[in-house]
């Protein structure tokens, strides 16, 4: 049962157009969420999280948008850059100390960003 | 501040042999996660370690076990390996005191059994 879905395997965007990534969840328990980037022969690197008290936030190009009601979440990427090219991954877990730790993970969106 | 380290970074085993993976949080971590990703599950948490004991573990066989020292390092063993073992083994940390803290991960253990 995959309670953290990522439904776009790929995704390809022009150079200084933006990228949106998308993430679907089911589990009406997770209440922070992250994004994680992946490159090749190297450990996911955080990016930007969000939690469910907000429905945005943004830290330079990235915003991550939370609609609660839809449980999506969305990824912004403006503009889009070449090395920005990566597997993004989509991670959520519950807010509570003890199980904040335990992320569940989407099955990350391949972003290549063209010239 | 040093990263997560993991080692070794590459393995090769056999099947049916035992398997073990180190992995050094950042300093003053004291939560470690491990993760196992393949090309068709993704990332999918094995278990954490918080204050060297077991806090949370996810859906793997009893093969599948870790520990964790008083200095925070943490190890993963796996033993009767199976060829469906062959992955990318991840470790992450965090400070774990509040909740909702991010976590960090290490570059992995790619391990190929044959």
């Known amino acids: 049962d995959q309670q953290v879905k990522q439904n776009s395997p790929s995704l390809s965007v022009q150079e200084g157009r933006i990228s949106i990534l998308n993430c679907d969840y089911t589990?009406?328990?997770?209440?922070?969420f992250l994004w994680y980037k992946k490159y090749p022969a190297e450990g996911p690197t955080f990016l930007i999280s969000i939690s469910s008290i907000k429905d945005k936030n943004e830290d330079g190009r990235f915003t991550v948008f939370l609609n609660k009601s839809a449980k999506h979440l969305s990824l912004h990427i403006v503009p889009s850059q070449p090395g920005d090219s990566a597997v993004y991954f989509c991670?959520?877990?519950?807010?509570?100390?003890?199980?904040?730790?335990?992320?569940?993970f989407g099955t990350g969106t391949r972003l290549q960003v063209t010239l | 501040k040093a990263g997560v380290t993991q080692t070794p970074r590459y393995l090769i085993k056999t099947r049916g042999q035992q398997v073990t993976l180190s992995c050094s949080p950042i300093s003053g971590h004291r939560s470690v996660s491990w993760y196992q990703q393949t090309p068709g599950q993704g990332l999918q948490f094995l278990f954490e370690?918080?204050?060297?004991?077991?806090?949370n573990k996810g859906n793997f066989p009893g093969r599948f076990s870790g520990r964790q020292f008083s200095n925070s390092r943490s190890e993963m063993n796996v033993s009767t390996l199976e060829l469906g073992d062959s992955a990318l083994y991840l470790c992450a940390s965090s400070l774990a005191i509040l909740a909702g803290e991010t976590q960090y991960f290490g570059p992995g253990t790619r391990l190929l059994v044959l």
């Open positions: 589990n009406s328990m997770f209440d922070y």
């Open positions: 991670a959520a877990s519950p807010l509570n100390t003890g199980t904040a730790s335990k992320l569940t």
């Open positions: 370690y918080f204050s060297e004991t077991q806090r």
